[in-house]
C-alpha cells in the first residue's frame, strides 16, 4: 500500500508565496515521477508542473518563471515552491506519483486560496 500525503496549502495575498510539499510512503522502493495538478472549482484537474526521477522537469506554461519543482528521490518527496501567486492559481493542488508509466497514485489534496 502506498501513501501519498500533501501539506502546505492555505490563504495567501496576491504576490504573495507558498511552498507545498508531498511525501510517499508505503510499498514504494522507485519513483519514475512525482509531480503536481490542481482542479479550480468546475474545471478540469490540470497538470502544474513534473519531475521525473533523473530531474527532468514539465510545467505548465501559467505557471513558469513562477513555481519551481523540486524532488528528493532518497525521501520520496516532492515540493512546489509557488511564488508571484495569482487569484488564478487558486485551487485544489494534488499530488501524483508515478512508480512507472502504468502505476499512478493520488494524494487527498491541499487547498490554496489566492485572495485579497
Known amino acids: 500500500q502506498v501513501q501519498v500525503v500533501e501539506s502546505g496549502g492555505g490563504l495567501v495575498q496576491p504576490g504573495g508565496s507558498l511552498r507545498l510539499a508531498c511525501v510517499a510512503s508505503?510499498?514504494?522502493?522507485?519513483?519514475?515521477?512525482m509531480g503536481w495538478y490542481r482542479q479550480a472549482p468546475g474545471k478540469q484537474r490540470e497538470l502544474v508542473a513534473v519531475?521525473?526521477?533523473?530531474?527532468?522537469?514539465n510545467y505548465a506554461d501559467s505557471v513558469k518563471g513562477r513555481f519551481t519543482i523540486s524532488r528528493d528521490n532518497a525521501k520520496n518527496t516532492v515540493h512546489l515552491q509557488m511564488s508571484s501567486l495569482k487569484p488564478e492559481d487558486t485551487a485544489v493542488y494534488y499530488c501524483?506519483?508515478?512508480?512507472?508509466?502504468?502505476?499512478?497514485?493520488w494524494g487527498q489534496g491541499t487547498q490554496v486560496i489566492v485572495s485579497s
Open positions: 501524483r506519483v508515478q512508480p512507472n508509466m502504468v502505476i499512478t497514485y
Open positions: 508505503g510499498s514504494i522502493s522507485s519513483i519514475y515521477a
Open positions: 519531475v521525473t526521477r533523473l530531474g527532468d522537469t
